[in-house]
């Protein structure tokens, strides 16, 4: 199984604290590369490659892009990875919503996963400092917005 995602957490992180936590979340001898921001990707990315980049958004100021392969991390890698990084860390989370975990338009890119507190919310991402200033060729957005808690809901991650 290959997953590729991305995570936005609440406070930078050091490529090291990064590669002890995913090696206690994938079997021992799978291996993991964690790399700073602007890297390129490896031509031998491991079971498990991260690169941590930086954002536009002081509240959210660092994503981590992650790529996973030859080890299974359960129906969403992207929640697993969001609970042990706001468990080990001690930060907040962001990650994609599948339509399958909550109800909501599969079309809609706006929509996001935030695990507050220990406490997980549908949260929408639209105009905000994650998203940056756009446009869609007739309109812009400053995006300049915060990312906003729509409303509490329950997620299994197993």
Do not use: N
């Amino acid at each position: 199984m290959t997953d590729m995602f991305t995570v936005a957490v609440s406070r930078p992180l050091a490529v090291g604290d990064v590669v002890a936590m995913f090696a206690e979340l994938i079997p021992p001898g799978l291996p993991i590369v964690v790399q700073a921001a602007g890297a390129d990707v490896p031509d031998d990315v491991g079971s498990l490659w991260a690169r941590l980049e930086p954002t536009e958004d002081p509240v959210w100021p660092l994503d981590l892009v992650m790529w996973v392969h030859e080890c299974d991390l359960g129906p969403y890698p992207d929640l697993r990875v969001a609970e042990l990084l706001a468990e080990r860390f001690g930060v907040d989370v962001l990650c994609g919503v599948d339509p399958a975990v909550v109800d909501v338009d599969p079309h809609d890119p706006f929509y996001s996963l935030a695990l507050i507190g220990g406490r997980w919310y549908l949260a929408s991402t639209a105009g905000t400092r994650l998203m940056g200033p756009y446009t869609d060729g007739i309109r812009e957005e400053p995006g300049d917005e915060p990312v906003k808690l729509i409303r509490p809901v329950v997620v299994e991650t197993h």
